[in-house]
């Protein structure tokens, strides 16, 4: 059973989570959490997940290649960070967690009770929508914990203005 949300009590903000990745698409995911964060005055939330590689027989090698992708971790949520807080001037909370992405997804929201929002973007491409969004709808998006907000690739910052 999912805790109850404590986003709009006392001591306490609603935080817009944005999964971040290596995707063309993740920036518009993150430009309009941002200005829908400091809009509301809500925080943001930046998850970046570790997934394993498969199996390592030699345990040196399975060390050194956790730190290179805690590393790689690190740089890139800086940079989506600093973007971040170009959009909004909000300073983003920013997780790392080891796992699968969609299950990492969910327990950090079970453990963070003032998450609110998950907010995804989709492709532009003719693909679909994504792995992400195509993965966690076929979880049962109907039994998500909170609500998501998908975010079109091709909708301009102008555009998020006016909606955000």
Known sequence: MMKPRRALEEGHRRKFLVV??????????????AKRAQRTGGALVLLYVIEPEGPQHWLGVEDIMRAEAMEKAQTVLGRFAAKGRDVSNI??????????????IVKLIEDDEDIAILVLAAGAGTEGPGPLVTSIAAKG????PVPMTIVPASLSDE??????
């Open 91 to 104: 300073e983003p909370e920013l997780v790392i967690r080891e796992g699968k992405r969609a299950e990492e």
């Open 141 to 144: 998006s109907g039994t998500f």
């Open 159 to 164: 555009a998020m203005d006016a909606i955000a």
């Open 20 to 33: 971040v990745d290596d995707t063309p698409e993740c920036v518009r995911a993150l430009v309009y959490a």
